[in-house]
């Protein structure tokens, strides 16, 4: 069964606390990226990385931090310095960045929430 | 600024009739306009993809056009299903190196039995 998945489905936060999203992708993509998606918003870009040990800021960046050591995994760690941190996180890959035809494919998504 | 606007914002239809959502941007220089179908509580899923010569595709009871010189998209869904419930993103990407496309708000459609 190939493609993206992400893990956890669910996930609780106590405020204070880091916590670490994983993201992974078996589709052979050298780009991925990561979203985050408030109720009656767009999605919003974190960070994206368009090759192994590279990745460049999106939109809102503050808060969050990112690796890129392995083509398949590109974790997001929230940390305690995002304000408002409770939303649904998308990962997404395309094989390259910013093709003209390139599909993003995504991830199911985890849902945090910060008690 | 580069923006996708996409109305309605929400939709309720019976099944079986067909629907038009609609999308306009104001992106540039254009690229390729995408439809996505998001359920609740899962990743988007790609249904179309034009780009700046196709003004429309199928893809099922899924068709998409696009208007570049207005800079409209719509998605005309024709004899809606229960399971077409969900919400219908329309995402916009530029040509001439920047990589992040630009999403839109999108459509919730509701579509009752």
């Known amino acids: 069964d190939g493609g993206i998945t992400q893990s956890p489905k669910y996930l609780f936060r106590k405020e204070g606390q880091n916590v670490t999203l994983s993201c992974e992708q078996n589709?052979?993509?050298?780009?991925m990226y990561w979203y985050r998606q408030d109720p009656g918003q767009g999605l919003r870009l974190i960070y994206y990385?368009?090759?192994?040990?590279?990745?460049q800021k999106g939109d809102i960046a503050e808060g969050y931090s990112v690796s890129r050591e392995k083509k398949e995994s590109f974790p997001l760690t929230v940390t305690s310095a995002q304000k408002n941190p409770t939303a649904f996180y998308l990962c997404?890959?395309?094989?390259?960045?910013?093709?003209?035809?390139?599909?993003?494919?995504f991830g199911p998504g985890t849902r945090l929430t910060v008690l | 600024k580069n923006q996708v606007e996409q109305s309605p914002q929400s939709l309720i239809i019976l099944e079986g009739k067909n629907c038009t959502l609609q999308?306009?941007?104001?992106?540039?220089?254009?690229?390729?306009l995408r439809w996505y179908k998001q359920d609740t509580g899962r990743g988007p899923v790609s249904l179309t993809i034009?780009?700046?010569?196709?003004n429309t595709k199928s893809n099922g009871r899924y068709t998409a056009t696009l208007d570049a010189d207005t800079k409209q998209s719509s998605l005309h869904i024709t004899a809606s299903q229960l399971s077409d419930s969900a919400s219908y993103i329309c995402?916009?990407?530029?040509?001439?190196?920047?990589?992040?496309?630009?999403f839109g708000r999108g459509t919730s459609l509701i579509v009752h039995p």
């Open positions: 997404a890959s395309s094989i390259i960045a910013g093709g003209s035809t390139d599909t993003q494919y």
């Open positions: 589709l052979n993509h050298d780009a």
């Open positions: 990385s368009q090759i192994v040990n590279d990745f």
């Open positions: 999308c306009n941007y104001t992106v540039s220089p254009f690229s390729n």
């Open positions: 034009m780009t700046f010569s196709e």
């Open positions: 995402v916009v990407s530029r040509s001439g190196g920047s990589y992040i496309p630009t």
